[in-house]
């Protein structure tokens, strides 16, 4: 198992290197770019002070259970989830989460999951919102946006009848579908609380609008130092679809995954993969080295003390 953790983190490391020779010999990449402190700076707050929304965000949910974060957990517990997510494949940011919560604030699984897949909804909902919005506005790729906008803003109802019908089936026979069916609706129960409390949802909602207002200005900084055009309505959708891709945790980091499903996106309205992929290198690149990796080891070092590896390992095991 260990040799099969260094043969991934050998190949993260090739990625990476791989990535910067990718940027640096781009011909849209200019050496100016790195050395342009103001933007740098830029880049840097505009992604810390989405962060510390992330953190308020959280801090609103968890209020509801009795539950008040610390200053600096709403500041740096998005980025040390971040960090993990290098870490740990198939979702490690949700996976720290769970375990700092239930180690730090004593909050349990169901209740950590049950604001983790809430979350998860609110994105789909507004997605799938702003989807509709593109498709009345520039009335064209209808055949495409519009089934899948759908899907992703009635998603909380299709999951919802999946669970009804996992429920229904005859659980006294099967005893993994009885206990899964019963953790199931637990978390479904709590999520209904959510969304029946007008005010939580109220709030989560402002929250995430204001947090995609501030990654369409840093997607709007990043198109204009790479001289890239596109209109404001086509980069809010850009920043819709990939905070869905960041949903999508294959591999630590979604490495490759992320890139490519951006490029695909940058394709989708009308620039080119190179464009998507660039962008996408360049942010990632400057993010782990200037702000997830020393934020988020400062996070795990405040917070040592609640923090144990074997314990950490054990949770990894009975999620997965």
Known sequence: MKILRIIIYLILLSVLTFYVYYLTNDPNFKWSYLLNIQGLLVFLFLNFISCYFSGIQ??????????????????????????????????????????????????????????????????????GIFGLLYCFYFKKQL????????????????????????????????????????????????????????TILLKVLIINLIMIGIQVITIQELLNMFNIFTPIISIILMVMFMRLS??????????GVEELFTGGIFLFFGLTVQDGI???????????????????????????????ISEFKLLNKKII
């Not at 604030?105 to 604001?115: A, C, K, P």
């Not at 019908?165 to 609706?185: A, C, E």
């Not at 962008?279 to 609640?306: D, Q």
Request: hydrophobic letters at 55%.
């Open 58 to 127: 959280l801090n609103v949910l968890f209020k509801s259970q009795n539950v008040k974060l610390s200053i600096v957990d709403k500041m740096l517990l998005p980025i040390s989830m971040a960090l993990f997510g290098y870490i740990i494949p198939s979702n490690g940011g949700l996976l720290f989460s769970l375990y700092f919560f239930k180690k730090k604030y004593n909050v349990t699984l169901v209740d950590g999951l049950s604001i983790g897949v809430f979350i998860i909804y609110i994105s789909l909902f507004l997605t």
């Open 143 to 198: 055949e495409y946006i519009i089934p899948f906008s759908l899907l992703l803003l009635f998603s909380p109802f299709v999951v919802k009848l999946v669970l009804f019908l996992v429920i229904k089936f005859n659980r006294d026979r099967f005893k993994f579908l009885s206990k899964t069916s019963i953790f199931l609706t637990k978390i479904s129960i709590n999520i209904s609380v959510f969304f029946k409390n007008k």
């Open 246 to 255: 960041s949903l999508i945790r294959v591999v630590p980091g979604n490495f």
């Open 278 to 308: 660039l962008i996408s290198v360049y942010a990632r690149v400057i993010s782990i080295i200037l702000f997830i990796i020393p934020l988020g080891l400062l996070h795990i070092f405040v917070n040592r003390e609640f923090l144990k």
